[in-house]
């Protein structure tokens, strides 16, 4: 009877628990909303937006100034299918430098912690560049500018395996940035470097099969010929394996999520 009580307590707690971090990242995200963008004009929209205008910007200019075609598949999709995932990557990496600095003004809240604010950042970036993806995609099949996706599940497979390793990346330098400042500096120049290796604007097997294997050690580029073998289906090859980016990105997750926390330390500090 007391074991059962006790367990009864048990399962409340946890219950409660799990209201109490709903309701504090439901208020995070509200809260971090208004600060971004405002009540006035279109306000969190923006937040759809952004990654919406960009990825429109450069799929019409290279549609204007390059061939419709290369290697036998459609530009537009190509870029549409490179650039959106890439902006999911940017977005989500590029939010994590000095986040737990910049959070330092809500940790007064007592069942606020550095996790939530982190957890809340992400899952923001993550829902608006998903909708901007989805909204992009419909306009473009609205005037016939792509074909259908063949494979659904294979996209939003590619997708989340993107997201994931973004994720543990962003914890990766939320830590770094914390502990070492002058890190933050070497951030941008790497995205930049990395660009043409990450499978954004090429397809492996487009490449020499020599670099072909060298490609693959790259777990972005699993990301974007998993996104592709959806867009395309059988009519292109692709060379992908789901659990490489998703074990690269757990393993740096495993080390560096739970660090995220203890910067708490180093910003009281400062």
């Known amino acids: 009877m007391r074991a059962a009580l006790r367990d ?58 390059q061939a419709h075609e290369e290697h036998g598949v459609s530009v537009v999709g190509l870029l ?59 306009a473009l099949i609205a005037i016939n500018a792509i074909n259908p996706i063949v494979d659904y599940g294979l996209v939003c497979g590619g997708w989340l395996a993107m997201g994931v390793l973004a994720f543990s990346i962003s914890a990766l330098i939320a830590v770094l940035t914390e502990y070492h400042e002058a890190s933050e500096r070497f951030i941008q120049p790497i995205q930049y470097l990395i660009l043409p290796i990450c499978g954004f604007l090429f397809m492996v097997d487009w490449l020499p099969t020599g670099v072909q294997k060298i490609a693959w050690y ?43 926390e203890k910067t708490r330390d180093r910003i009281a500090l400062s």
Request: charged letters at 15%; a positive charge; proline letters at 4%.
């Open 8 to 65: 009864d307590r048990e399962g409340g707690d946890f219950g409660r628990g799990l209201a109490v971090q709903r309701r504090a990242l439901h208020a995070l995200m509200i809260r971090e909303l208004m600060t971004r963008y405002g009540r006035g004009n279109i306000g969190f929209l923006w937040l759809i937006l952004e990654p919406m205008i960009l990825c429109a910007g450069v799929i019409g200019l290279r549609y204007l100034i």
């Open 80 to 138: 549409l299918s490179g650039y959106m995932p890439l902006t999911l990557w940017r977005h989500l990496t590029n939010r994590g430098a000095h986040l737990p600095s910049r959070s330092k003004g809500i940790l007064y809240h007592r069942d606020i912690t550095l996790i939530d604010m982190f957890l809340m950042t992400m899952a923001l970036e993550f829902i608006g560049c998903t909708v901007a993806f989805v909204m992009n995609y419909a």
């Open 218 to 260: 790259m777990p972005m580029v699993h990301c974007f010929e998993m996104v592709r073998a959806g867009f395309y289906g059988d009519s292109v090859v692709t060379h992908y394996d789901i659990w490489y980016p998703l074990a690269f990105g757990g393993v740096i997750l495993a080390i560096y999520f739970p660090m995220i």
